[in-house]
């Protein structure tokens, strides 16, 4: 019979040979015996209302997530700005040195791999315009998605780092401090990187495709 179907509106169910689906809005398709789904019937504009040519056209699309990418690539731009001042400042002063700080430099760092994750990726994905970016294959897609979701798994790490040494600050009151930050620094960058390598193996061995 005919496989599961998105047509870009709505989800078709498999089907046998010569069955006919109804779906809500009282659209109809036929598997064919070639295993081909048959045009809905009647009409999108007709049995749900629907306006095709009242929807964005692509280069209305085009044109929207333009302005999203320099709004979201200005953010981040300022947000790395912001945090390569900050870790000079924490690093240049020695009063600033201490288990705290530390771990707040961790984090800024964490966030700097993230947006430079961002524009890593954008850089790969969208470097050639004519190629489908869903269905992209590549080494370089795969290694910039990766190290995207890296990125992001060390900014939560590192946030709850914060939270535990916090913790740790409430519960061992009179244990120096000292002592904890390369567990801090173990957990903060071993578990993403541990996850991280799992998760990779796993795609390549399992689903290897996207």
Known sequence: GC??????????????????????????????QEAYWSEPFPPYTIACGFDEGSSKGPEDQKS????????????????????????????AFRKFHCTRNYIHMHLFFSFILRAIAVFTKDAVLFADETMDHCL??????????????????????WLL??????????????????????????????????VMLAWVLTRIHRQNTG
């Open 136 to 157: 992209m294959s590549t080494v370089s897609c795969k290694a910039a998605v990766a190290f995207f979701q890296f990125s992001i798994l060390a900014n939560f790490f």
């Open 64 to 91: 929207y997530y333009s302005a999203f990418w320099r709004v979201y690539t200005a953010g981040y731009a300022a947000s790395v700005t912001s945090l390569i001042t900050a870790l000079i400042v924490f690093a």
């Open 3 to 32: 496989a599961r179907d998105w047509d870009g509106l709505t989800c078709w169910p498999r089907a046998t040979f010569g069955e006919v689906v109804k779906v809500p809005c009282f659209l109809q398709r036929n598997c064919t």
């Open 161 to 194: 780092i914060e939270g535990i040494y916090l913790q740790t600050l409430l519960l061992l009151t009179f244990v120096s401090d000292k002592q904890y930050v390369w567990w801090f620094i173990f957990t903060g960058w071993g578990a993403p990187t541990a």
